[in-house]
Each structure stands twice: as structure tokens, then as C-alpha cells.
């Protein structure tokens, strides 16, 4: 089951993980963590839960983006860490999630935990079959990484006309999807978006918009399922 911090505009997230498991969403994860206790549950994943430091974990992963890594350097409001690099040394797992190779950024972390298991996943659609490859693409996204997004769409060879990005987790107005219909009608293109983004839009923005389901493929991902077992 998944325990998730309760932010009114993270509604797209909660509810793409309540489709894969069991949420809890409270303003307080210990709370949270007290009903799955009560309720029995053998396992919880904390999402976004690494800052909450009144909570101990079995499993400390962190995540980055292969694109982006560590970017400035900094973190939030400064750049877009949420803890300084250092404190990978409190962490047992670290993600490498995207398209490129970081050898030099993986020399780094292990030298600042040896301990460190690195591990690597890409992201792959699932609904391939739904788009018909010979149009011409307008895409939008409001998310964190939306680099990311573009890359994975060209290396499935999509042709991509339109690139629009919005502030994570944005609230898409009539305006911005009436703007976005109508540049896409004018060029003669199809929109895609997210699944977090088309989770944002009401039934009427959702009409002639597709988005790309997609899941992360772990390398190694029996070896990674192995590390779990032994550490639970």
C-alpha cells in the first residue's frame, strides 16, 4: 500500500496510485502509518516521504533524473534538490531513471556511500498500439521532468511539431486547453499529454487528447527484488 503526504494540488498523483494499490493521503504520514498498522498491512511505500525525518525507514531510496541529476546543485527553493548530495550517505538505494548514462555521476555517489546500491530504469509506454505514428504531434506537460517526456516520445519515434510545458502540477484553465486545441487545429496536429497531466482535466478538456501511459523498466530487476527480499 502507498502512504502519500495530502496536497491539494497533487490530486493527479493520488489518484494514479490509488489505481495500483491501496493510498493512504493525510496531511500527517505518521498518522497515515498508524492506520496501516491498524489495518494490517505488511508493507507501506512513503511517497516523497524521505524528509520526514520523524519517521524511521527499512529502505531509503532515492531517485534522480538522468537528465537532469542534480542540476545547480542546490536545493529547493535554489535548485531542485530537496536535501543536499551528501546525505546519500544516509541512503541505501539510489535511481538512476531516464535515457542517458551517468558513470561519472555513479563514481560520485559511491564515493560519497559505498555502500550505495545504484540501479537504472527507463520509462516505456504501454499504449503504443492507440496512436497512429504517421500524424504530426503537438505535446504539453506540466510535470517536473518534462525533458524526460519529450525524450522518451522521440526515441519511440513520434513526430513532434509542438512542445508546450506548464509549472508542475499546474491547473489547466479552459484558456490554456482552448489554446492548445486550437494551435493543434491549425497545424494539423494530434495532442498527447501525460497521464498525470490528463488526470488533471475535466471530461470536456479531455476530448481529442491523448496521453501516454508509462512504466518504468528496472534494469536488474531481479537483482533489485533480491535487495528488497533480504532487507525486509
Known sequence: MFIKKKYIDQIDEQNILSKYGNLICLSFRDIALKIAEQKKYQLAILDDGLQDKSLNYDISIACFNSSEL?????????????????????YDVAFLNGEKNNKSFEKTLKKLNPNLKIFKAKYSPKNLKSFKFKNNFLIFSGIGNPLEFQQTLKKYNFKIKKFMTFPDHYKYKSSDINNIK???????????????????????????????????????????????????
Not at 546543485?73 to 534538490?81: E, H, Q, S
Request: no cysteine; hydrophobic share 40%; charged share 35%.
Open 70 to 90: 542534480v542540476g545547480n546543485g542546490l536545493v529547493l527553493p535554489a535548485g531542485p534538490l530537496r536535501e543536499r548530495v551528501k546525505n546519500i550517505l544516509n
Open 182 to 232: 486550437n494551435i493543434a487545429m491549425r497545424n494539423k496536429l494530434k495532442i498527447i499529454t501525460t497521464e498525470k497531466d490528463y488526470n488533471r482535466l475535466s471530461n470536456i478538456q479531455k476530448k481529442n487528447i491523448q496521453f501516454l501511459k508509462i512504466e518504468l523498466k528496472i534494469e536488474k530487476e531481479k537483482e533489485f527484488k533480491n535487495f528488497l527480499l533480504k532487507k525486509l
